[in-house]
């Protein structure tokens, strides 16, 4: 039976190369490397809350591209429906979808990353977001249920945490936007804790610290 169970993608690990129909044609992950990607799966076209998804990823498009940000849709529907799917969104809700969206209906894409789950839906992908950096690194990864539609700006303002831990190796605290205090890094010997309040950083107490970023 362990056979049979596939080996998913983990943080910090290459993301798993592919090669897939789009609406955009052929595409592979690794012609993105270079730039972060946001890998998406939607269960099915024409339903109501990915209709909504997908019209607020469109509309936040700008705010990806200048994140070098390439996002990239995906569920186990023909690509044949994803066009007359997005072209119903554009025509609908007045927003046009420029990202390709990956017509998986052989399954691989979601298998090998693990959008399916028995328990939600055995022929529907559930709503998962995958962060991979322009190494093609996977950063992170959300898995949300059927019934819930994604926050866009979180996944920006998540995009955004990686790229400034990626440039400045600083971690962010809970809630944290471009501008706010970052962590200072915890010392590591007692020597260092005595000396962690003398530093100059905005400190509560000697494992937490916050600096500007």
Known sequence: MS?????????????????????????????????????????????????????????????????????????????????????????????????????????????????????????ATVRCVFFIDPNQVLRAMVYYPLTTGRNIDEIIRVIDALQFNTEKGLATPANWKPGDKVIVPAPLTAEAAEKRGKEGYDTKDWYLSFRNP
């Open 3 to 123: 056979d049979m169970i596939p080996t998913l993608p983990r943080l910090n690990e290459p993301a798993p190369d592919f090669a897939a129909t789009s609406t955009h044609g052929p595409i592979k992950l690794s012609d993105f490397k270079g730039k972060w990607v946001v890998l998406f799966s939607h269960p099915a076209d024409f339903t109501p809350v990915c209709s909504t998804e997908f019209a607020e990823f469109a509309r936040h498009q700008a705010d990806f591209q200048k994140r070098n940000v390439q996002l990239i849709g995906v569920s186990i529907d023909s690509v044949y429906a994803h066009i007359a799917w997005t072209r119903s969104i554009e025509q609908l809700l007045g927003v046009k979808i420029q990202f390709p969206v990956i017509a998986d209906l052989d399954m691989k894409v979601a298998q090998t990353f693990g959008m399916i789950h028995p328990g939600a839906s055995t022929t």
